[in-house]
C-alpha cells in the first residue's frame, strides 16, 4: 500500500516534483516528472486516458492553471516552478505518508521472517521434499518482502 500518484493525480506530483524547475516551452521538467511517475508505478485497467507524458504543451499549461488556482504553486518572472506553502505542505505530507508505509512494510517482512523461520526446511510435515543437509532457515527478509510485494498491494523496496 502506497499513495500512487496514478490514484491521486500524476500531473500535480509531476508539478509538486518540479519545484523550483524551468517552466518554459518544451516543459521538459514537467515533461520528466511525468515520465519518472508513470515508469515508477504500474498503470492499471482505468476508464478514461491514462496519464501520458506524451501531452501537448497547451495541456501542461492547462494543468499548470488549474495547480495555480488551486493555490498549489506559481511561475516567478524567472519561468521557474514554485510552490506555495500549500504545495510543500502537500509535497511533503505525500513523502511522509509514503515513508511510513515503506517502514510498516519493513516490519511487516521481519515479523514475517521470524514467524516462518520457526521451522526449518526440513521438518516432520514436509521434509522429505528437501535434502538431508538442508536443515536452515527457510525465508530471508529479501524473501519475505518480495512475498509482500507479490501478494499484497503493498510496495516493499
Not at 536443515?135 to 519475505?144: C, R
Amino acid at each position: 500500500m502506497w499513495l500512487n500518484p496514478l490514484d491521486t493525480h500524476t500531473y500535480l506530483f509531476a508539478f509538486l516534483d518540479a519545484d523550483g524547475e524551468d517552466y518554459s516551452p518544451p516543459y521538459d521538467s514537467v515533461r520528466e516528472s511525468v515520465q519518472n511517475l508513470l515508469h515508477e508505478v504500474t498503470s492499471r485497467e482505468r476508464k478514461g486516458q491514462a496519464p501520458t507524458a506524451d501531452l501537448s504543451d497547451q495541456r501542461i499549461r492547462t494543468w499548470k492553471s488549474v495547480f495555480e488556482s488551486f493555490g498549489l504553486l506559481t511561475v516567478d518572472e524567472d519561468a521557474r516552478i514554485k510552490l506555495s506553502p500549500l504545495g510543500r505542505v502537500l509535497k511533503s505530507v505525500y513523502a511522509q505518508v509514503n515513508e511510513r508505509i515503506e517502514g510498516a512494510n519493513d516490519h511487516i517482512a521481519k515479523l514475517a521472517v521470524n514467524v516462518l523461520n520457526r521451522q526449518t526446511l526440513r521438518n516432520p510435515l514436509d521434509g522429505g521434499a528437501y535434502p538431508e543437509d538442508a536443515n536452515g532457515k527457510p525465508i530471508t527478509v529479501e524473501v519475505a518482502g518480495s512475498i509482500i510485494r507479490r501478494y499484497t498491494k503493498f510496495k516493499v523496496d
